[in-house]
């Protein structure tokens, strides 16, 4: 049975709501599908719920779908380095739910919303940012974040509708979760500080964990 994250209505969650219950997205760069389940569940255990292969990884619409088989149904799973529209809709049929960007392209915003999947796009400036909005979607990941800092961060939350959520992601580590939160992030998306194909599978656990200890500390 999926969390009820729609707070006790019995009500299916919607891919918004299962963002939201953990807003930290595991960014799978170069996951291969033989590791897709194992990794998969070693991250569901350490408290992640939401998880993205990005396209430049090896078949990544097969690992898409291993992970969406392989775990309960309040982890949201999808796609990230989306830059086409027709990758969206291979994005939905391979079971996932969510599409993530490195720039803001209202097409493949668009396209995402039309299928019923969620998007994040990625933005750096306010007039991305708007664009993102005006596009239809409300969650916006800053990228790359190091290169800006919670400063930056805060000085978009003050121009932005109220309800607009950014996510840091780029060079965002545990120790720095609690200075961005400060600042108004909403979550996060963890790439090499959590998974590089590389890592021991127990080092990812290790990371994981300090991640979401990290957040949780900041509620």
């Known amino acids: 049975m999926s969390h009820d994250a729609s707070g006790g209505s019995g ?15 595991g960014i799978l760069r170069g996951l291969p599908p033989a590791q897709a389940a194992e ?5 569901y255990a350490q408290g992640l719920r939401v998880l993205e292969v990005p396209l430049n990884s090896p078949e990544p619409f097969t690992s898409v779908r291993i992970l969406r088989d392989s775990l309960p149904a309040d982890c949201l799973v999808g796609t990230g380095t989306v830059l086409e529209p027709e ?7 391979a079971g996932g739910q969510l599409v993530v960007a490195p720039n803001c392209d209202a097409r493949v915003i668009g396209a995402a919303l039309g299928a019923g999947l969620l998007a994040l796009p990625g933005v750096a400036t306010a007039t991305e940012a708007f664009a993102a909005l005006r596009a239809g979607t409300r969650h916006l990941k800053l990228f790359p974040a190091n290169s800006f800092g919670p400063g930056y961060l805060k000085a978009l939350r003050e121009v932005l509708p109220p309800g607009t959520c950014l ?11 609690a200075d961005w939160v400060a600042a108004g992030a909403a979550g996060f998306g963890f790439g090499g500080d959590l998974y590089r194909p590389a890592y021991e599978l127990e080092e990812v656990g290790l990371r994981a964990s300090r991640l979401v200890a990290a957040w949780r500390a900041t509620r």
Do not use: M, S
């Open 11 to 25: 009500e299916v969650p919607t891919n918004e709501q299962r963002l939201l219950q953990l807003p930290l997205v």
């Open 39 to 43: 990794v998969g569940q070693l991250l």
């Open 87 to 93: 990758d969206v809709l291979r994005t939905r049929d």
């Open 167 to 177: 996510y840091p992601v780029g060079g965002v580590g545990a120790a720095t979760i």
